[in-house]
């Protein structure tokens, strides 16, 4: 089944012309269904790139989906029109009394700054501390998972000397993990991040955190936090296949210090079209997210949380 969009999203289009299953939300409102209510918390500068990113990844199960585009209620960006924002997006403070099914909170490119020196930061905190009534599970990427285990365990993010950047295998920790259903012993993800979560500390803050996937390389990469019905994505299976290219590219013609990304190029060769080896398991993935929730998410909206 599709998820909805509407029709003048641009993501409708790019996902329609893909094969992924899209509905408009006058169509999709006639079907005697209750679809699951999946918000996208937007945090990166390129909106229209992450929502299509991840819509593609909820849209292909066979669920409906009605997604929800959310910002930070305050911060303007800088990089997406306004009327976009105006037409697609609900700020924070307007739906907070709402309930979903799943939430999403996307990373940011603010890794660099202490979590409190963020402009919002306080709203941030108010949303992870709402997902706790309102939200039956949350899902956080990158710089968004790290707030996340900050703010609930008192985990910590340290700075690299150098950027962890390029396509590295993952260890599959957890084979038994509904969220694993399907994955390989070992798969490869992208990663873009100047910082990092130690393993160490998340073995060392308890409180029921189990780290799924995890790299000797680049450290844990998916954690699962049931008492606060979450899971912790470091790295990046919804990037396309250009995303880290796109990365490259503009730190080369910026003049930033920047190593070519590893194991992805052919060869190491930034002038070779690049291989996308993660998809079927950014699928696995996400499909595996949406599953669970399915089946343990209420029937009533108004008891999630409860």
Same mark, same amino acid.
């Given at each position: =089944?599709?998820?909805?969009?509407?029709?003048?999203?641009?993501?409708?289009?790019?996902?329609?012309?893909?094969?992924?299953?899209? =509905? @408009?939300?006058?169509?999709?409102?006639?079907?005697?269904?209750?679809?699951?209510?999946?918000?996208?918390?937007?945090? =990166?500068?390129?909106?229209?790139?992450?929502? *299509?990113?991840?819509?593609?990844?909820?849209?292909? %199960?066979?669920?409906?989906?009605?997604? %929800?585009?959310?910002? =930070?209620? /305050?911060?303007? %960006?800088?990089?997406?029109?306004?009327?976009?924002?105006?037409?697609? !997006?609900?700020?924070?403070?307007?739906?907070?009394?709402?309930?979903?099914?799943?939430?999403?909170?996307?990373?940011?490119?603010?890794?660099?700054?202490?979590?409190?020196?963020?402009?919002?930061?306080?709203?941030?905190?108010?949303?992870?501390?709402? #997902?706790? #009534?309102?939200?039956?599970? +949350?899902?956080?990427?990158?710089?968004?998972?790290?707030?996340?285990?900050?703010?609930?365990?008192?985990?910590?993010?340290?700075?690299?000397?150098?950027?962890?950047?390029?396509?590295?295998?993952?260890? *599959?920790? /957890? $084979?038994?993990?509904?969220?694993?259903?399907?994955?390989?012993?070992?798969?490869?993800?992208?990663?873009?991040?100047? #910082?990092?979560?130690?393993?160490?500390?998340?073995?060392?803050?308890?409180?029921?955190?189990? %780290?799924?996937?995890?790299?000797?390389?680049?450290?844990?990469?998916?954690?699962?936090?049931?008492?606060?019905?979450?899971? !912790?994505?470091? *790295?990046?299976?919804?990037?396309?296949? @250009? +995303?880290?290219?796109? /990365?490259?590219?503009?730190?080369?013609?910026?003049?930033?210090?920047?190593?070519?990304?590893?194991?992805?190029? $052919?060869?190491?060769?930034?002038?070779? #079209? $690049?291989?996308?080896?993660?998809?079927?398991?950014?699928?696995?993935?996400?499909?595996?997210?949406?599953?669970?929730?399915?089946? *343990? +998410?209420?029937?009533? $909206?108004?008891?999630?949380?409860?």
């Amino acid at each position: =089944m599709p998820i909805r969009l509407p029709s003048t999203l641009p993501a409708f289009e790019v996902l329609k012309d893909e094969g992924v299953m899209v =509905m @408009g939300l006058a169509e999709a409102d006639r079907q005697d269904i209750r679809p699951l209510k999946i918000a996208l918390l937007n945090l =990166m500068p390129k909106k229209i790139q992450t929502e *299509n990113q991840f819509a593609r990844l909820i849209g292909a %199960t066979p669920l409906q989906i009605d997604l %929800t585009l959310i910002r =930070m209620s /305050e911060h303007q %960006t800088k990089n997406t029109t306004a009327d976009h924002m105006e037409e697609f !997006y609900r700020p924070f403070q307007d739906l907070k009394n709402e309930r979903f099914d799943g939430l999403l909170i996307t990373g940011a490119p603010i890794e660099h700054l202490p979590f409190e020196d963020v402009t919002y930061w306080n709203e941030l905190r108010e949303i992870m501390a709402w #997902t706790q #009534t309102h939200v039956h599970s +949350t899902f956080a990427i990158c710089w968004g998972a790290m707030a996340m285990l900050k703010e609930f365990h008192g985990v910590d993010k340290h700075m690299l000397k150098d950027k962890a950047f390029g396509c590295f295998p993952q260890q *599959n920790m /957890e $084979p038994a993990s509904p969220y694993l259903r399907g994955f390989s012993d070992e798969c490869l993800i992208p990663v873009s991040r100047w #910082t990092e979560v130690r393993q160490a500390e998340v073995e060392a803050a308890g409180n029921g955190l189990k %780290t799924l996937l995890g790299s000797p390389h680049t450290g844990p990469c998916l954690i699962e936090d049931p008492k606060h019905r979450a899971l !912790y994505i470091f *790295n990046h299976f919804e990037y396309d296949s @250009g +995303t880290l290219k796109q /990365e490259y590219d503009r730190d080369i013609e910026a003049g930033a210090p920047i190593n070519v990304p590893i194991n992805y190029y $052919p060869d190491d060769d930034p002038q070779k #079209t $690049p291989m996308n080896r993660w998809r079927s398991h950014a699928h696995l993935l996400y499909g595996n997210w949406i599953n669970v929730i399915y089946q *343990n +998410t209420p029937f009533d $909206p108004e008891n999630i949380g409860a």
